[in-house]
Nanobody
Framework: QVQLAESGGGMVQAGGSLRLSCVASGHTFNRLHMGWFRQAPGKEREFVAS????????MYADSVKGRFTVFRDNAKNTLSLQMESLKPEDTAVYYC???????????????????WGQGTQVTVSE
């Protein structure tokens, strides 16, 4: 089992920045691909970013590319998402997730992630 705990959400004005963190426990963190997903009210969950277990491969949704950066610190069992130039459409609950199947490179499909955090709310105002 993997326990994931997100933090860092909050309210910010458009154009502002936030950094989300996710601390993992219960598993060897450096043997997990990790991902960030989000879900806005009335919408389906969507992929935001992912990072491979080594930290060498990152993927981003087109909507956040160039504004968000995903990174990890395996020594601290921590996944982070630095969000810049935030827009109102970034408003959502953000979830971190873990994928223990290392036979594949990091993936976008949330169905491939076995473990999920409780989520942290990000609200971006006009």
């Amino acid at each position: 089992q993997v326990q994931l705990a997100e933090s860092g959400g909050g309210m910010v004005q458009a154009g502002g920045s936030l950094r989300l963190s996710c601390v993992a426990s219960g598993h060897t963190f450096n043997r997990l691909h990790m991902g960030w997903f989000r879900q806005a009210p009335g919408k389906e969950r969507e992929f935001v970013a992912s990072i491979s277990w080594t930290g060498g491969t990152m993927m981003y949704a087109d909507s956040v590319k160039g504004r968000f950066t995903v990174f990890r610190d395996n020594a601290k069992n921590t996944l982070s998402l630095q969000m810049e130039s935030l827009k109102p459409e970034d408003t959502a609950v953000y979830y971190c997730a873990a994928d223990g199947d290392l036979s594949f490179p990091t993936r976008r499909d949330g169905g491939n992630y076995e473990f999920w955090g409780q989520g942290t709310q990000v609200t971006v105002s006009e």
